[in-house]
């Protein structure tokens, strides 16, 4: 039976990516300012973690692509 594993910057890519679309929902359907801007902080950071954590998936891409075991 294949063992399945996911690693750490895959499993941040897709929180980042869920907390992305979730604060975009926010802003389009609040209705306070105070929601719109704590959207707008959260968006900005899950984009700041996106696309962090696909600068690693693509260091390690090309780690095991150039080092292959």
Do not use: Q, Y
């Amino acid at each position: 039976m294949p063992k399945f594993t996911v690693s750490r910057p895959m499993l941040l890519f897709w929180i980042f990516l869920i907390v992305l679309c979730s604060s975009i929902s926010t802003t389009v359907f609040s209705e306070s300012a105070f929601n719109d801007h704590f959207a707008l902080t959260t968006m900005t950071i899950a984009i700041i973690g996106l696309v962090s954590s696909t600068s690693v998936l693509l260091v390690n891409l090309v780690h095991a692509i150039c080092n292959p075991e």
